[in-house]
T-cell receptor, first 109, second 113 residues
């Protein structure tokens, strides 16, 4: 089967850096994605890693280590608007996404 | 280029009625996925469809739930004889031919009373 583990909640202050970890177990692996969701709205794609290493997109970076079945999302220069739920998701097969339970990020002034 | 369109945004049904949720993928996208999200939980994969084909329905309950993506028109997720436990947000996502990043719609909030 497939399973993902990520912290349920994280709190940080404006301007800080926060890292959200994700470990996974899956029978197949195409890649690890990260999505942001505000107040139960549409999940928004943030980043995708198919190969080991770091992917950087503006203030957001994502890292993958396939040998460790581990990845993380790094958010820099935190802003109040970054308060949201963040989901990691693995693709065990082409097109299919298995989501973690989500991490609730609270950014404080 | 309109995003993934879902309707209705909110749907209220009495127990035993049928619910029909619609999803129009982004222009040029031929892959559609349906996910269900309960409050305070992650999204659970239900089904993956291409035009006129169900590719993976491993997440669909065996009874009462069905999905289609016809040659013309939107994808439909159909829930027959709804029960209170079906109350959830149902999200549709689409991706281009060959796979790639999935983009989500705003979801349909189903409430069964």
């Amino acid at each position: 089967g497939q399973s993902l583990e990520q912290p349920s909640e994280v709190t940080a202050v404006e301007g800080a850096i926060v890292q959200i970890n994700c470990t996974y177990q899956t029978s197949g692996f195409y890649g690890l994605s990260w999505y942001q969701q505000h107040d139960g709205g549409a999940p928004t794609f943030l980043s995708y890693n198919a190969l080991d290493g770091l992917e950087e997109t503006g203030r957001f970076s994502s890292f993958l280590s396939r040998s460790d079945s581990y990845g993380y999302l790094l958010l820099q220069e935190l802003q109040m608007k970054d308060s949201a739920s963040y989901f990691c998701a693995v693709s065990p097969a082409a097109g299919k996404l298995i989501f973690g339970q989500g991490t609730e990020l609270s950014v404080k002034p | 280029n309109a995003g993934v369109m879902q309707n209705p945004r909110h749907l209220v049904r009495r127990r035993g009625q049928e619910a029909r949720l619609r999803c129009s993928p982004m222009k040029g996208h031929s892959h559609v996925y349906w996910y269900r999200q309960l409050p305070e939980e992650g999204l659970k994969f239900m089904v993956y469809l291409q035009k006129e084909n169900i590719i993976d329905e491993s997440g669909m309950p065996k009874e009462r739930f069905s999905a289609e993506f016809p040659k013309e028109g939107p994808s439909i997720l159909r829930i027959q004889q709804v029960v209170r436990g079906d109350s959830a947000a149902y999200f549709c996502a689409s991706s281009p031919p060959g796979g790639g990043t999935a983009f989500f719609g705003q979801g349909t909030r189903l409430t069964v009373v």
